[in-house]
């Protein structure tokens, strides 16, 4: 803008200078100036001031606008992580071990993606491929509600147990069979991986059963009192027997343990008298209390060089004790039967040990 007469005569001093009509131009006093200027002072930073205030709700307005464009970025991305790409890896992930034949760890995976693809279909494959890989059997025993009455899923809501775990259960009130019982393979299009606690609880009449090679635990109390069983072979694939699983079965002659058990629980064979002999796995590191106490017609046994534990008790009352057999030092054995109160092992006419 050029400076010019009606610009000049236009500025706050220069009017204020003015000469009004018909008067004299006066000049402003010192504290007339000092007090203008402490006015344009304060407009330039009332001026200033407005401006940083602007800026800043700009600068704030940008920060929030980028800070939901993100959270609602990464909202997305979860989601998409979580519907998409996740349960993708993770069905990659049971084709893997399916591909390695696998099938109980894909059936597990393809089970937990529920209706994602078409998992469903593969987990129900996975359960009749595991069947036949683990009983050796090209058609597996299946059972359903409507033909194995006396067979349930066990479910409890306490302990978590759900039917889709596999827990079988036995009604005896509902069997009408010969006391020879095959627990199936697949139940209800599940895979049976356990038996329930007091699955058999007091069946007299039962007198052999076949465990599948899918059941990885026995409960407690599970085989109590079977008065009639004679022999039960407990499969590898078992990791896991609860408290007196078969205590108190008077005729069981004969027992073989599967080489999958690290622990023998307390009380499992208690009072079984008609049992002769035992061998127990490579790999058993812990007998637990009165185990096999009251066996009075146990004759033979072998214990495992893995052993490191045995519970107070164990063999208390085997008094028929002809042969015991240990790979370890009989100095280790004196030490576990130090703890065990254990002298009817070390006192055994047929012990033979390792060093």
């Known amino acids: 803008m050029e400076f010019n ?9 220069d009017r204020a200078e003015a000469p009004q009509t018909g008067e004299r131009k006066r000049h402003l006093t010192s504290a007339e100036r000092q007090q203008l ?19 800043k709700i700009i600068t704030v307005s940008l920060i929030v ?12 991305l979860i989601i998409l992580d979580r519907n998409v790409w996740k349960p993708a890896r993770t069905y990659a992930e049971a084709e893997e071990y399916y591909a390695m034949t696998e099938y109980l760890k894909a059936y597990d995976i393809f089970k937990s993606l529920g209706d994602y693809s078409d998992s469903a279909e593969r987990a129900a494959e996975c359960v009749i491929l595991n069947a ?26 306490t302990s978590g147990v759900t ?64 008065s009639e069983l004679t022999s039960v072979v ?42 002769g002999s035992v061998e127990l796995p490579e790999g058993l590191t812990a007998i637990g209390v009165r185990s096999f106490n009251g066996c009075t017609g146990l004759k033979e046994l072998t214990l495992p060089s893995t052993l490191s534990f045995l519970g107070n008790n164990a063999f208390t009352g085997c008094t ?28 055994c006419p047929g012990l033979v040990t390792g060093g």
Request: aromatic share 8%; glycine share 8%; with cysteine.
């Open 132 to 157: 036949r890989k683990l009983s050796g059997r090209e058609d597996p025993v299946i059972g359903y509600s409507s033909d194995m009455k006396w067979f349930s899923l066990y479910s409890d809501s």
């Open 234 to 275: 407990i499969p590898d694939s078992v990791t896991v027997i609860g408290e007196n699983a078969f205590a108190e079965c008077v005729k069981l002659e004969s027992v073989k343990i599967g080489s999958g058990l690290s622990e023998l629980p307390p009380r499992c064979f208690r009072n079984c008298v008609s049992l």
């Open 320 to 347: 028929a004790l002809e042969s015991v057999i240990y790979a370890g030092t009989r100095e280790k054995l004196a030490a576990l039967c130090a703890a065990d109160d254990g002298s009817i092992l070390l006192d």
């Open 163 to 226: 039917e889709d775990m596999g827990y079988i259960k036995f009604d005896s009130s509902l069997y009408k069979g010969d006391g020879k019982v095959v627990i199936p393979d697949i139940f209800n299009g599940v895979l049976v991986r356990g038996i329930a606690d007091k699955c058999f609880f007091w069946c007299d009449f039962l007198t052999s059963v076949e465990i599948p090679a899918s059941v990885t635990v026995i409960g407690e109390r599970a085989f109590y009192s079977c």
């Open 65 to 76: 606008i980028l800070t939901l464009l993100i959270a609602g970025l990464v909202t997305a």
């Open 5 to 13: 007469e009606e610009n000049k005569a236009a500025r706050p001093e």
């Open 37 to 55: 200027y402490a006015e344009h002072a304060k407009h330039r930073t009332q001026t200033a001031a407005g401006k940083k205030r602007r800026q």
